[in-house]
């Protein structure tokens, strides 16, 4: 399955602020999805960014609040914009596997706003 | 109603014990399935999928009842290194559905 490398792995940032999560993939997907996972929470989809076109965000979530760039088959970003303590979450970034349904995670990046 | 809903847990075990988990999901158009683990302060591993027959996968055995649109996960012979959450998991149509997981603790 792909390998991808999600930097930073964790992060205290002020509130206000802005922080851009990174992930690279070793290989070509068409499709790159950003997740969200609150402490006890499970999995909820932010937005699915494909190269080329705009992000599509999932109800509850904006660009302006988490603009995601794609800008090859191999990278994407995600950034949290005027962070509140709210924001404090694990972001995930996946990408499907070679088998072409399950998906693969970044190790996530633990932000906490303060 | 949640799309995807998980027993709450947590189950704590023997070591050696059977446990079960259940999951039940809300989109007959669901196509696929999944179980994946989450260890502490680390990101989801796919575990297994779940195919209509059943599948087995060592200790590990998963059954899907479309009909009830029911998915379970039965560990056998639990270990220590069993302890985690494990997530089910639904996708259709490029959209992956996570439940809110089950804790499990192996205890000695």
């Known amino acids: 399955s792909a390998v991808i490398s999600q930097k930073p792995s964790r992060d205290i940032c002020q509130r206000g602020t802005s922080l851009t999560i990174q992930c690279q993939v070793d290989?070509?997907?068409?499709?790159m999805f950003w997740y969200r996972q609150q402490p006890g929470q499970s999995l909820t989809l932010i937005a699915t960014?494909?190269?080329?076109?705009?992000?599509?965000?999932e109800s509850g979530f904006v660009i302006d609040k988490f603009p995601i760039s794609r800008p090859n088959l191999t990278f994407s970003t995600l950034t949290v914009s005027n962070m509140s303590p709210e924001d404090s979450s694990i972001y995930l970034c996946?990408?499907?596997?070679?088998?072409?349904?399950?998906?693969?995670f970044g190790s996530g990046t633990r932000l906490t706003v303060v | 109603r949640k799309e995807v809903e998980q027993d709450p847990g947590p189950f704590n075990v023997p070591e050696g014990a059977t446990v079960a988990f259940n999951c039940t999901y809300s989109?007959?158009?669901?196509?696929?399935f999944f179980w994946y683990r989450q260890d502490c302060r680390k990101e989801p591993k796919l575990l297994m999928s779940?195919?209509?027959s059943g599948n087995e996968d060592g200790r590990f055995t998963a059954q899907l009842n479309r009909a009830s649109q029911y998915i379970s996960l039965l560990i056998r012979d639990s270990k220590l290194s069993d302890s985690a959450t494990y997530l089910c998991?639904?996708?259709?149509?490029?959209?992956?559905?996570f439940g809110a997981g089950t804790r499990l603790t192996v205890k000695p």
């Open positions: 989109n007959s158009a669901s196509q696929s």
């Open positions: 960014a494909n190269q080329g076109s705009e992000a599509t965000y």
């Open positions: 996946s990408v499907e596997s070679w088998t072409g349904v399950a998906y693969t």
């Open positions: 290989s070509q997907v068409t499709m």
């Open positions: 998991v639904v996708y259709n149509n490029n959209d992956m559905r």
């Open positions: 779940v195919y209509s």
